[in-house]
């Protein structure tokens, strides 16, 4: 079946703009996970979804960063007044269910450059 | 805060050899241990996923081990290929206010030549 979709794939954009990340589960799943990968950083948590419940946010960087997601399936992450240490690799993953018991499944990958 | 370590950073080997990957993390109040492998410019494919009251899973040529109370997990590649060829990462799961988030290792790089 159809894996985690992300798009666009790749985005370069001017400091100080908005950028919109979007990223497609898989038809299913019920947990939404995203993370950042910096050039010479490990990948770092951002955000989670589980279900109807309250998303865990604890990871978002800035007040510029948010998220959301539309009907428990498709979710988008925006950046607000981009800056040049806001580029990285945005990966977004999904399971199963919340409970860590189930593999999280990693899109492609959304390279943000911030020039 | 949850600190993962991979070891070594970067590895070389001929085809055939049978190495291993280390991976070290600080807190051994883990759900799970997932072994990742990343190649450039895809994104993650999940090569194994142990529960923290297993010791050890297999498939194919790899063998993963868990040592939660030593903070430690192995992965064991064996007859390496070329193909093989990858970042491999680690990345063990929180418990409690942490649950659902995984936390990552750097990678080792590894190249395995003809």
């Known amino acids: 079946g159809a894996g985690v979709s992300q798009s666009p794939s790749n985005k370069v954009t001017e400091k100080g703009k908005d950028v919109e990340l979007r990223c497609d589960p898989i038809?299913?799943?019920?947990?939404l996970y995203w993370y950042r990968q910096s050039l010479g950083q490990g990948l770092e948590f951002l955000i989670y979804?589980?279900?109807?419940?309250?998303?865990?946010k604890s990871g978002l960087p800035s007040d510029r960063f948010s998220a959301e997601r539309t009907g428990g399936s498709v979710s988008t992450l925006t950046i607000q007044r981009t800056q040049q240490e806001d580029s990285a690799v945005y990966l977004c993953a999904s399971s199963l269910g919340g409970l860590p018991t189930y593999e999280q499944y990693f899109g492609p990958g959304t390279r943000l450059t911030v020039t | 805060k949850q600190e993962v370590t991979q070891i070594p950073a970067a590895l070389s080997v001929p085809e055939g050899e049978n190495l291993v990957l280390n991976c070290s993390f600080t807190?051994?109040?883990?759900?799970?241990l997932q072994w990742f492998r990343q190649d450039p410019g895809k994104g993650l494919t999940s090569l194994l996923l142990?529960?923290?009251?297993?010791r050890e899973q297999t498939s194919g040529r790899l063998n993963a081990s868990l040592d939660k109370s030593s903070g430690r997990s192995t992965l064991y590649i064996a007859a390496s290929q070329p193909g093989d060829s990858a970042t491999y990462l680690c990345?063990?799961?929180?418990?409690?206010?942490?649950?659902?988030?995984?936390?990552f290792g750097r990678g080792t790089q590894l190249t395995v030549w003809p």
């Open positions: 807190d051994s109040a883990i759900y799970n």
């Open positions: 142990i529960q923290s009251s297993q």
């Open positions: 990345a063990v799961s929180g418990r409690g206010s942490t649950l659902g988030r995984l936390y």
């Open positions: 038809s299913g799943h019920t947990a």
């Open positions: 979804f589980q279900g109807n419940s309250a998303p865990d």
